[in-house]
């Protein structure tokens, strides 16, 4: 049953980067940087079963934390150029681009 | 083996399973879908459908342990940040311009522009 | 009292994920959850910005319970469209209003629009949150309007 979903998770992994590399769009890889976080987080605690050690699930969660912290470090820098404080927001939308 | 424990892993790999299957499914639509904006649903089918049904099939399989509570922080840990992350990168795809492709007959809603002086819960 | 919630449910959730009972570990953690209080209540000082729950807890549970199946069907409809041969795409942006009073509300109510696959919240604005759907269809507004008041049926009191 767990080899099952490793192979599982394994192909949508495989899938998940085509989607990476092909894009096209930047924010087509963002979605795809954080869809295969989430797909490692799972991948990680069914080894973690399969091997017997569930310990693994520490890695898992820490796994998950790092992977959202990353992803809106990398939103915040797209949108305002910066990941410190933000004083101005932009104002693309009125440039209409 | 007692008939519990047989009833408890027959559901164990009905979750696992259908867990790995939407999996799947969703990393296939978002290979299939033509943009940017549909691929998003895709990718929170993994992020709702597989990722609960996987959690509850190994919590199942671990029982009433430690191993349980940690799988069920990780599961509300990435309930909460999974819808969080989507937003995240819909709202900045949208504030950078980019709109989805509306379908015949309708109109899009269009955001409000937001002030050049810019607020504080920035 | 407020610091000493916090303190329980830390050391709460230090116990849980150690799983180790002796007496030194458990020192690290009592260190630990000190450290956290002195951080947090240094940050609080800070900004002042605190999260109320306002919530019925059997109502949210209940609202929780309903919730999973509205997942459950979603899934099953974007499933569909994504196995079928030819897609039936039908992509939309909407404006849904929000009725919730409080921040936690508010929050609920656009993380379950982008639980349920099919719909995403992409942009909040005052008085209404702008929704991406996938297939959309006329009665979508209604089901969306339809969890909203579930939502505000949970809060307990109106907040700022």
């Known amino acids: ?85 933000v004083h101005q927001r932009p104002t693309d939308r009125e440039i209409g681009h | 083996m007692s008939a519990l424990e047989i009833i408890i892993n027959l559901l164990s790999w009905f979750f696992i399973v259908s867990g790995s299957v939407f999996v799947v499914i969703g990393a296939v639509g978002t290979i299939r879908f033509p943009d940017f904006w549909s691929r998003l649903h895709a990718a929170s089918i993994t992020d709702s459908a597989g990722m609960i049904l996987l959690v509850i099939g190994m919590c199942l399989q671990a029982g009433p342990t430690l191993v349980t509570v940690k799988l069920l922080i990780i599961g509300v840990f990435l309930f909460i940040t999974g819808p ?39 | 009292m407020r610091n000493i919630g916090i303190a329980i449910v830390f050391f709460a959730l230090w116990l849980l994920m150690s799983g180790i009972f002796e007496p030194f570990i458990i020192g690290l953690g009592a260190a630990s959850v000190l450290l956290t209080l002195f951080i947090t209540s240094r940050m609080d000082a800070q900004d ?88 959309y269809s006329e009665d979508d507004p209604d089901a969306l309007a339809d969890m909203d008041a579930r939502i505000t049926a949970c809060e307990t009191a109106g907040g700022a």
């Open chain 1, 1 to 85: 049953m767990f080899v099952f979903a490793i192979f599982a998770l394994f192909i949508a992994m495989v899938l998940v980067l085509v989607r990476l590399y092909a894009g096209p769009t930047l924010y087509d890889r963002v979605l795809a940087v954080n869809s295969f976080g989430t797909h490692t987080v799972l991948f990680i605690g069914v080894i973690g079963f399969l091997t017997g050690r569930p310990d693994f699930l520490d890695i898992a969660l820490l796994y998950a934390l790092i992977n959202f912290v990353g992803t809106i470090a990398i939103l915040k820098y797209f949108r305002y150029r910066a990941i410190g404080d």
């Open chain 2, 84 to 122: 969080t992350s989507t937003h995240a990168v819909a709202n900045a795809a949208l504030v950078t311009g980019l709109r989805p492709p509306e379908a015949e007959g309708l109109i899009g809603a269009e955001p409000e522009p937001i002030k050049p002086e810019g607020d504080d819960d920035a």
């Open chain 3, 48 to 135: 002042g910005d605190r999260v109320d729950l306002l919530l019925a807890p059997v109502k949210y549970t209940k609202y929780l319970a309903w919730l999973m199946l509205e997942i459950a069907r979603a899934n099953w409809a974007v499933t569909k469209i994504i196995l079928a041969r030819d897609m039936p795409i039908r992509q939309h942006l909407f404006k849904t209003p929000y009725t919730q009073k409080t921040d936690v509300g508010q929050v609920i109510f656009a993380n379950s629009i982008t639980l349920t696959p099919g719909t995403i919240t992409v942009e909040t604005e005052d008085g209404h949150f702008l929704v991406h759907a996938v297939s």
